[in-house]
């Protein structure tokens, strides 16, 4: 007679079904040598279980044997256990693993599951301190529409003779147990030497009517809870690779067929792969958290928020497939109000991924405060990733905003273009020379300089924004350039505010399009009005300060600042007779009105000075300790050209106004 296909076993209904994701295979067995945590008697040594092949009655049928057979073959049980521990094996989260295992044994195996983890869990080689506490992570039971189908829907079938319709509640009632699985105890401390101990350090799954599991069961579940009698209850211990983490109690109702001797091998074999599941996903997510961790900490918390520019930024990592990669991106105040913007991929999708791309970061800061030039800034980075290593590379674009002269010096190394937005709704790639990325060596680095008209808005983003499985490059920029023209429809004339226009370009994405990670950076160019600019070349001179004193007070009254006449002439004579004591060349000074007065004073002296406490019998010493009095910020910083020094007053209350 033929037998009939498989039946598929019915889900139950307290969770959903896991979403199928790559996965490998259950991993090693755990070692011989215990380190559980538990006391350890003299010469116990756990048994790797293994599943016999001597011939047993009746497998677990739903995964292996047709609905409603009685084989008896160990073959069935080598099959049952085999597409089990393959679905245990599919997770790769904690609570996938734990899924899998309950959506495999019930109702399949067991009418009911409860499945205990310690809490913490403990990772890798570490060694936890305090008492073993378990917690209940997840039960799992035979839905109630379920339990009247006989034979037909689980194996073993329901025990010859069980009465039908007995009512839930009473000692013998098909019920009996699955109640277990809402009732049992959330939290358990395993005592030192009690007998819930001494069953997980045995590492052996055992019958619920054994003396040790009589014992042990009550410490676990809770001294109230009521257990199937009569091999109806398995309590397996789940021992990781190097310490038990955990235990897992399977249930059967009184009306099927209780477990048999080789379902404690079936017991084992689910819970040894449970087990070296659970402790991959902890291992694993360890990991993920601390390149995550690692990349968020080198991206910067808080954008700089200078006068003439407003920008905003958006992070996202990669999908699940491939969270960790080397995007960044940074914006870095510059002398003269200027600002350079950085955006940055390094290559891969790895923790060392993430720590080179943070010292790229770093390193570009550094060369930032030098002043260079943008295609000098990426000439440096490319030594610098060369050093790390033959195979570090990474592409960037490094551009310097001026609000005053409304320019922008951009450079490229190897990365997508950037797009700009303008007041009126047109949306541009620019014509940037790509160059070669970083790490390559031996490439000149070319920069181009472009207008930044007022009102424009300028988009640097990483290739995960445009490129993905289902989409090139090219296309990406394309359909990026076209949203950003219809978010501009939406506000007229006035550009889209920053925020929400970087809510609607993360909105192209799509469910495919999450390949790698996102670094999206958006600077609204504001500029400063050249009525709010002084600027003067003088030569160093002893007659410098007095005539530096001068102009500045023409321009304080032509902006009706006459109430920081006092102060500004004082700290402007001080630092312009620091730099005419030193400097060869003519000397710049700038005042700049925006929310503050800025005044900056640059010399061709590339040593910066610092503040000291001058003794009374000194001459001098005592400039920048009035500046440092006086003003509300200064600070020095140092150009390929020199240096600038500079510092701001706060406005008086109605100049203050509007800005």
Excluded at 367 to 380: C, I, M
Excluded at 592 to 603: A, Q, S
């Amino acid at each position: 007679m033929p037998t009939p296909s498989p039946a598929p076993a019915p889900a139950p209904a307290s969770a959903e079904a896991p979403r199928p994701r790559p996965g490998g295979t259950a991993g090693d067995a755990p070692g011989d040598r215990p380190d559980d945590g538990l006391p350890l008697p003299r010469g116990a040594r756990p048994v790797r279980p293994v599943v016999s092949t001597s011939e047993a009655a009746g497998p677990p049928g739903g995964t292996g044997p047709a609905a409603g057979q009685h084989p008896g073959g160990s073959g069935e049980r080598l099959r049952f256990v085999g597409a089990a521990t393959r679905r245990i094996a599919r997770g790769i989260d904690l609570d996938e693993i734990v899924l899998g295992l309950c959506r495999a044994t019930v109702p399949t195996f067991a009418d009911a599951i409860l499945v205990y983890l310690r809490d913490p869990l403990p990772v890798g080689d570490e060694r936890p301190v305090g008492p073993v506490v378990l917690r209940l992570r997840r039960t799992d039971r035979l839905p109630e529409y379920a339990r009247g189908m006989g034979t037909d829907s689980v194996w073993p079938p329901e025990a010859p003779g069980s009465p039908e319709g007995t009512r839930s509640g009473s000692a013998d009632s098909p019920g009996l147990g699955l109640e277990l699985a809402d009732e049992a105890a959330e939290r358990c401390e395993v005592r030192i030497g009690g007998p819930l101990a001494e069953v997980l350090r045995g590492v052996r799954p055992v019958f619920g009517d054994s003396s040790a599991a009589r014992a042990a069961l009550p410490e676990l579940l809770g001294e109230d809870r009521h257990v199937p009698q009569r091999r109806r209850t398995i309590l397996a211990p789940l021992r990781g690779r190097r310490r038990v983490i955990g235990a897992a109690v399977f249930i059967r109702r009184p009306d099927r067929a209780a477990f048999e001797g080789d379902d404690l091998l079936v017991a084992a074999q689910l819970a040894t792969h449970t087990a070296l599941g659970v402790d991959k996903a902890v291992l694993y997510g360890r990991e993920v958290y601390i390149a995550d961790e690692l990349q968020r900490t080198m991206l910067p918390d808080s954008l700089p928020q200078p006068t003439g520019v407003r920008l905003a930024s958006r992070y996202l990592p990669a999908a699940e497939t491939a969270r960790v990669g080397g995007d960044w991106y940074d914006a870095i105040p510059l002398p003269g109000n200027r600002i350079a913007l950085v955006v940055g991929d390094v290559m891969g999708h790895s923790m060392t991924s993430a720590a080179i791309m943070g010292q790229l970061r770093t390193t570009a800061q550094t060369l930032a405060g030098l002043d260079l030039p943008p295609q000098e800034v990426l000439h440096h980075l490319d030594e610098q990733a060369q050093r790390l290593g033959s195979d570090r590379m990474a592409t960037c674009l490094y551009a310097v905003y001026d609000p005053v002269s409304h320019r922008i010096v951009i450079a490229n190394a190897g990365h997508p273009p950037p797009i700009m937005l303008h007041r009126g709704g047109r949306a541009e790639v620019l014509r940037v020379p790509p160059g070669a990325p970083i790490g390559v060596g031996g490439v000149d680095f070319e920069a181009v300089e472009l207008d930044a008209p007022a009102g424009a808005t300028l988009l640097l983003y990483t290739d995960g924004l445009v490129e993905s499985r289902i989409r090139d490059v090219w296309t990406g920029i394309e359909q990026l350039r076209e949203r950003l023209i219809d978010t501009a429809r939406l506000t007229g004339p006035n550009p889209p505010p920053l925020e929400p226009l970087c809510d609607e370009v993360l909105g192209m994405l799509g469910p495919g399009d999450r390949d790698d990670d996102i670094a999206l950076l958006a600077a609204r160019f504001e500029g400063i009005a050249p009525s709010d600019v002084a600027y003067w070349f003088l030569d160093p001179r002893p007659q410098t300060a007095r005539q530096a004193r001068r102009l500045a007070r023409r321009a304080l009254d032509r902006w009706g600042l006459t109430e920081l006449t006092d102060a500004v002439e004082l700290l402007v004579s001080e630092v312009i007779t620091n730099a005419v004591r030193y400097a060869e060349r003519p000397i710049t000074l700038r005042l700049l009105r925006t929310d503050v007065l800025r005044c900056e004073v640059g010399d061709d002296v590339p040593q910066l000075p610092r503040l000291r406490q001058a003794r009374p019998s000194d001459e001098g010493g005592r400039g920048l300790y009035l500046v440092n009095k006086l003003a509300r910020r200064w600070g020095a910083t140092r150009l390929s050209t020199g240096k600038v020094v500079w510092f701001e007053l706060g406005l008086p209350g109605p100049s203050a106004q509007g800005y």
